[in-house]
């Protein structure tokens, strides 16, 4: 059994920054650095948008256009974590945001969503003055 689960939304002022982050938890005693793990976020009325992801052991990070250069993924490997830390936050930027983990230690992580084998519950976002 295992699941990921997200935390640290809430409200953020324009301009600002914040973390969410990304547990994994369960007895399959996955962890989390060893798999292509990604952020995405839906916002109302929108398509799910993939925003970065982490590929496994070699570290590789991929960037929405979207996020590039004010969203940063990072692997807490002591906390078998993965975070998203987010600065210059916009109301654009209000949103669900989910992460989610490919069952996988072999493949590349991707933005389209659609290799991801497990999802968390999604933690609010929201960017407002």
């Known amino acids: 059994q295992f699941e990921v689960v997200e935390s640290g939304g809430g409200l953020v002022q324009p301009g600002g920054s914040h973390r969410l982050s990304c547990a994994g938890s369960g007895t399959s005693g996955k962890i989390l650095k060893y798999y292509p793990v990604g952020w995405f976020r839906q916002a109302p009325g929108k398509e799910r948008e993939g925003l970065a992801c982490?590929?496994?052991?070699?570290?590789?990070?991929t960037y929405a256009d979207s996020v590039k250069g004010r969203f940063t993924i990072s692997t807490d490997n002591g906390n078998n974590t993965v975070h998203l830390q987010m600065n210059k936050l916009t109301p654009e930027d209000t949103a669900v945001y989910y992460c989610a983990l490919v069952n996988s230690k072999f493949v590349r992580c991707d933005l389209s969503g659609a290799r991801y084998h497990y999802w968390g519950q999604g933690t609010q976002v929201t960017v407002s003055s």
């Open positions: 982490i590929t496994g052991v070699s570290g590789s990070r």
